[in-house]
């Protein structure tokens, strides 16, 4: 069986409407204040947890 009427856009859309992304969750990182995500290294300071902080090195130009 083939659909009787073209389904339009907007109800394709509305249909479809919480298919959409979900923001991404940022928390704080407790030693420098830099957002980061969680369970993850700081980007800026490494600090991941109190017993482990990874060494992050400088990148030379």
Same mark, same amino acid.
């Given at each position: 069986?083939?659909?009787?009427?073209?389904?339009? *856009?907007?109800?394709?859309?509305?249909?479809? +409407?919480?298919?959409? &992304?979900?923001?991404?969750?940022?928390?704080?990182?407790k !030693?420098?204040?830099?957002? *980061?995500?969680?369970?993850?290294a700081?980007? +800026?300071?490494?600090? &991941?947890?109190?017993?482990?902080?990874?060494?992050?090195? !400088?990148?030379s130009?």
């Amino acid at each position: 069986m083939l659909p009787v009427k073209k389904t339009s *856009k907007a109800r394709t859309r509305t249909r479809r +409407s919480h298919h959409r &992304l979900g923001a991404t969750n940022y928390s704080v990182c407790k !030693k420098c204040g830099q957002a *980061k995500l969680p369970h993850a290294a700081c980007q +800026s300071c490494g600090y &991941l947890n109190p017993k482990i902080t990874l060494d992050l090195g !400088k990148e030379s130009e």
